[in-house]
T-cell receptor, first 114, second 115 residues
Framework: DTGVSQDPRHKITKRGQNVTFRCDPI?????LYWYRQTLGQGPEFLTY????????KSRLLSDRFSAERPKGSFSTLEIQRTEQGDSAMYLC????????????FGEGSRLTVL | AQSVTQLGSHVSVSEGALVLLRCNYS??????LFWYVQYPNQGLQLLLK??????LVKGINGFEAEFKKSETSFHLTKPSAHMSDAAEYFC?????????????FGQGTTLQVKP
C-alpha cells in the first residue's frame, strides 16, 4: 500500500487554460475528499465522494471546477478557465467507509496560475 | 456553524521544553476534534482525535490534547520537544454532526524547535 498519490505534484499554467489533477486513494478506501490550501491557511473542504457518487460540494467549488470518480477508484479534479485566484495546493484524502476520523492525505498538487 | 481558531501562527521552543499549541473551536453540535501535522513536502498526518468519551486523548509521537467543553478548547501538548517535531500543526473540527470527513481547519501553527 503506497498511500494516497496525486499527480502532477506541480503545475504552472497561464490564466484561462484548463488543468486536471488526478488522485489515487488507498485501494480499500471508499471515501475520497478534495481540499484546497492556500499559503498561510489551513485546508478548505471542496467535495467528497462515496464510491463513485459525489455526495457534497462546497460553495467554494465554482462552476469552473468539476470532480469525478468514474469507477469509484481514482478521482480527477478539473479547473476550467483558470484564474490567478485558483493558485493553491489541491489536496486529496481518502478514508474507510466506517469512518473513524482519520483522513489519509496525499502530498498535494500545487497549482500556479500566471 | 463550526469554526476553529489557532492562537499563534508561529511557536518557538527549545529542545526538551514543553510544547503547547492552542486551539479554540466553535460548534453548535457536539464537536469531533482533530490535530493534524504536516512535515515539509509531506501530506497531512493525523496526530490525534477526540470524538466521544475520555476528554484527554493521546496521539502519536508523545502528543496529547484535552477537550475542555467549558473553555471550547482542544490544546495540543507534548512534555518535551524534539527537533523532529518541527512542522506545521493544524487543529480541525468536523463539519456538521458526527464524523463526516468534512473538516474545518484552523490556519495552522508552525512549530520551531531550537537546539
Amino acid at each position: 500500500d503506497t498511500g494516497v498519490s496525486q499527480d502532477p505534484r506541480h503545475k504552472i499554467t497561464k490564466r484561462g487554460q484548463n488543468v486536471t489533477f488526478r488522485c489515487d486513494p488507498i485501494s480499500e478506501h471508499n471515501r475520497l475528499y478534495w481540499y484546497r490550501q492556500t499559503l498561510g491557511q489551513g485546508p478548505e473542504f471542496l467535495t467528497y465522494f462515496q464510491n463513485e457518487a459525489q455526495l457534497e460540494k462546497s460553495r467554494l467549488l465554482s462552476d469552473r471546477f468539476s470532480a469525478e470518480r468514474p469507477k469509484g477508484s481514482f478521482s480527477t479534479l478539473e479547473i476550467q478557465r483558470t484564474e490567478q485566484g485558483d493558485s493553491a495546493m489541491y489536496l486529496c484524502a481518502s478514508s474507510l467507509d466506517t469512518y473513524t476520523g482519520e483522513l489519509f492525505f496525499g502530498e498535494g498538487s500545487r497549482l500556479t496560475v500566471l | 456553524a463550526q469554526s476553529v481558531t489557532q492562537l499563534g501562527s508561529h511557536v518557538s521552543v527549545s529542545e526538551g521544553a514543553l510544547v503547547l499549541l492552542r486551539c479554540n473551536y466553535s460548534s453548535s453540535v457536539p464537536p469531533y476534534l482533530f490535530w493534524y501535522v504536516q512535515y515539509p513536502n509531506q501530506g497531512l498526518q493525523l496526530l490525534l482525535k477526540y470524538t466521544t468519551g475520555a476528554t484527554l486523548v493521546k496521539g502519536i509521537n508523545g502528543f496529547e490534547a484535552e477537550f475542555k467543553k467549558s473553555e471550547t478548547s482542544f490544546h495540543l501538548t507534548k512534555p518535551s520537544a524534539h527537533m523532529s517535531d518541527a512542522a506545521e500543526y493544524f487543529c480541525a473540527v468536523s463539519l456538521g454532526s458526527g464524523n463526516t470527513g468534512k473538516l474545518i481547519f484552523g490556519q495552522g501553527t508552525t512549530l520551531q524547535v531550537k537546539p
